[in-house]
């Protein structure tokens, strides 16, 4: 596929170029009456608005298009999405496949081509565009019901279980899908398909006399509905959403953000993607409606997230439980879960909070998010994604193509194709600069046709000219540039001449002027290396700190230091400079510098010993979101500041070298051989093995050697979450040997324990063996795994 992100009006004279830019400005604002927003403070300026030309996003919109997109329609090809709506309407023969949101990830896809479409005007990504919709409309019903999963698996349950199948969810999707597909090409075949549904579900639910009740639970249709409102002019639509907004909290469940009332909510709990969809939708009806109920609620709930409950890279979300939140500061790094979907959501709230209170603090988030915890979730490939976003790894946790639950990838798509409309914002008087990077953007600011450009190497590089040319000179208007909370040192001029830089309330920095054509304005944002600390209620930070330069959050990766990074500490007095590295990892800025290793491994059973010494180390830092591009190896953010926090291994065992494999793999296998000593048989969060949710039924785990190795025991932690989960002990178990292709159970008198807390040894005779495997028969309606699994030599 070919982009074209020159611009036909590029060889034009500024004025020239400016004078049609006035009439394309007028045509917009005139087509986007419906999208009016009076309790909005700023107007984001529309991402096809906005030409990107650094070095830094402009590629990776490109590559979005011309890997992701392909990449993800093939899969939705391989993987059954597509085919589901053939079957649907009755084009093909076979059954619904894959899970029950399943539609939602074409929807997300479409929606992601439609916004590349809308810059690039790619004939393929159309006809592509077209081939998917005419399946979509094709399996709609008459009604205008539209799911696949239960118009194939289960027609006669439609509407029975909102709570947990995503009908509406789905419905979401597709509407936003639709508004972006119209808004892309002007056609209406998907707007029309997303109407008759969303008028199916209009007639069924609300407070109207011969409606029903009903809540999603998850959340999506919200913030949908607004989108569809505007593209279609139906009040109805935004009737509809507030209803979903209102309806909230008669089930006490906080999974779903139905604990309370919105208007109630001031903390953030449960699933964390339901809840930054539910959040941006309330700040879009607040942005139309005014209320001031639900704009307390939504600013008390961002500052619970944010202030209490972020990752530094802007992740959200630390656990696996329940894919989001728990307890303040609770944000461990080698278990975070920090969904990439949860990243993506934080983006599209913090922009319409931006855009609500007109404050620098939602830029900073969005700011944070974008060049961190989101981006890590794709590779510099394009056709790999994390799931999951942790801050610290030993080396097993690596990007995929695709998942069965895909939600992930498509939103990744979507988000790149129209990061362009995270940078600019316009109010009666003041165009609102809210991001930095080369790039050329038209809008209307104060009855004038405006170009603004931007030329920097951000963000490895915090100077910043900015170019402006109104469609006439001497247009009064003020230019508000983000000043980011990251920044102590700062300095702007224009034209030559120094001006004081005063951030006001609104955390910008704001120069009222008149402007002509050539103006330009020179901003200065100081880039040192700064060493960032948690708060101390944070437990897993203590005595720790984070690289950062600019919105750059760094990482040692093990393929960039010869010293184990897990094992590596940094004094706090310790120096690193930048290094301009442009042929590494498609061009950055590292970090390097000295840091200490620690050499602390308990060898022997020994109750004290004299503590080694650690040894000096050179290292290197990359930005946390090209982590994994490479070859695998471990990878931390939080930097220990002295030996003492770095934890000791266990004594070295021929399992440390084993490659290990299960009957069946729920929880992390590699945390049997990691060398880390449990605190608990109750420790989980992915410090775990466990065969959840196999219950009652005989397990394996086997560790598998190239070479030949002389065993004679094994120590077993298992795993036990009684209370909070399904994992008990086993009921038994034994250990098997690999002998000539064959398992044999081992000889001797082992003991065959499961207490908990402890190491369970089991002494057998002696064997020579390429493999090794714990047989396990789990008690009745329980589960079972293992925390850590050691094998002892003679």
């Not at 607040?286 to 997230?305: K, P, Q, S, Y």
């Not at 603004?452 to 190497?457: E, F, G, K, L």
């Not at 510098?593 to 050499?599: I, K, L, P, R």
């Not at 598998?704 to 008990?728: I, L, R």
Request: proline share 5%.
């Amino acid at each position: 596929m070919t982009l074209l992100f020159s611009s036909p009006l590029e060889h034009l004279s500024p004025s020239t170029m400016i004078a049609l830019l006035a009439v394309a400005v007028v045509l917009v604002l005139a087509t986007s009456a419906a999208a009016d927003t009076p309790h909005a403070k700023v107007r984001a300026v529309p991402f096809d608005q906005v030409t990107l030309e650094d070095d830094f996003w402009a590629p990776r919109v490109e590559r979005n298009a011309e890997v992701t997109l392909p990449h993800e329609i093939r899969m939705c090809e391989e993987t059954g999405r597509l085919k589901n709506f053939a079957v649907a309407a009755d084009l093909e023969e076979g059954e619904h496949e894959g899970l029950y949101f399943n539609d939602s990830d074409v929807y997300k896809v479409i929606e992601g081509a439609a916004y590349a479409y809308q810059t690039t005007r790619d004939p393929e990504i159309k006809a592509e565009m077209d081939r998917i919709i005419d399946l979509i409309a094709a399996a709609q019903e008459e009604d205008g019901y539209l799911n696949t999963h239960y118009q194939l698996k289960e027609p006669e349950n439609k509407w029975t279980n909102l709570p947990v199948m995503h009908e509406l969810y789905c419905a979401g999707h597709l509407f936003e899908a639709a508004v972006a597909h119209y808004n892309a090409t002007g056609e209406r075949k998907l707007l029309d398909v997303a109407t008759k549904f969303a008028d199916l579900i209009d007639s069924r639910y609300g407070d109207e006399e011969g409606k029903e009740y009903g809540v999603p639970g998850h959340e999506e249709i919200e913030l949908a509905l607004v989108k569809l409102a505007e593209a279609t002019g139906e009040e109805r639509y935004l009737d509809l959403a507030q209803y979903f907004v209102d309806a909230k909290g008669q089930s006490g469940q906080d999974y779903y953000q139905d604990q309370l009332p919105v208007r109630e909510h001031e903390t953030i709990h449960g699933h964390a993607v339901r809840g930054m969809y539910l959040y941006a939708g309330v700040a879009d009806l607040v942005m139309r409606t005014g209320d001031e109920e639900l704009a307390e609620a939504v600013r008390l709930v961002w500052d619970d997230a944010v202030d209490r409950k972020m990752y530094v890279t802007g992740g959200v979300g630390p656990s696996a439980h329940n894919e989001g939140f728990t307890t303040p500061y609770d944000l461990p790094n080698d278990t975070a879960y920090a969904e990439t979907c949860a990243s993506i959501g934080m983006v599209l709230w913090g922009s319409r909070m931006l855009e609500l209170f007109g404050e620098a603090e939602y830029a900073d988030t969005v700011e944070r998010v974008l060049y961190n915890g989101f981006l890590s979730g794709w590779s510099l490939s394009g056709d790999r994604f994390f799931y999951v976003n942790p801050l610290e790894s030993q080396g097993h946790h690596h990007r995929q193509p695709w998942f069965g639950c895909a939600c992930c990838p498509p939103n990744v798509l979507r988000l790149i194709a129209q990061i362009g409309g995270c940078f600019y914002g316009v109010s009666d008087d003041a165009l609102w600069v809210h991001l930095y990077g080369s790039n050329t953007a038209t809008t209307e600011v104060a009855g004038q046709a405006i170009s603004i450009t931007q030329r920097t190497d951000y963000p490895w590089d915090g100077e910043v000219r900015i170019t402006l040319t109104p469609a006439q000179n001497g247009a009064e208007f003020a230019l508000k540039l983000r000043v980011p909370w990251w920044c102590e040192e700062a300095s702007c001029s224009v034209n030559g001449q120094s001006v004081a830089v005063d951030p006001g309330e609104d955390g910008y920095l704001s120069i009222e002027r008149a402007w002509s054509e050539g103006d330009e304005v020179t901003l200065g944002l100081a880039m040192p290396v700064r060493k960032i600390q948690a708060h101390p209620a944070v437990k897993s930070n203590r005595g720790r700190i984070a690289l950062a330069r600019g919105p750059v959050v760094y990482c040692l990766e093990g393929v960039d230091n010869e010293a184990d990074v897990l094992k590596v500490f940094l004094p706090r007095t310790a120096g690193l400079t930048p290094d301009e590295r442009p042929e590494l990892l498609e061009g950055i800025v590292a970090l390097t510098g000295e840091a200490m290793v620690s050499t602390d491994t308990f060898v022997g059973d020994a109750l004290y010993r004299n503590a080694p010494q650690p040894e000096q180390v050179e290292i290197t830092a990359i930005p946390y979101h090209v982590w994994d591009n490479r070859e695998p190896g471990g990878m931390i953010v939080w930097l220990p500041e002295a030996a003492g926090l770095i934890e000791p291994d266990l004594t070295p065992t021929p399992a440390d070298e084993a490659t290990v494999s299960a009957s069946y793999v729920h929880a992390n296998i590699h945390a049997v051989n990691d060398r880390l000593m449990p605190e608990s048989s109750s420790e989980g969060g992915g410090k775990n093995f466990d065969w959840w949710d196999h219950k009652g039924t005989t397990e394996w785990i086997a560790y598998e050697w190239d070479q030949p190795v002389t065993v004679s025991g094994v120590e077993v932690y298992w795993f036990d979450d009684t209370g909070t989960g399904g994992c008990k002990v086993p009921a038994s178990w034994h250990v098997e040997y690999l002998d000539d292709g064959e398992w044999r159970q081992v000889g001797g008198s082992p003991n065959y324990g499961v207490a908990l807390d402890q190491f369970n040894r089991a002494l057998f005779d002696e064997v020579t063996t390429t493999g090794l495997r714990l047989v396990v028969e789990l008690q009745e309606d329980w589960s079972a795994g293992i925390c850590e699994w050691r094998v002892l030599t003679p």
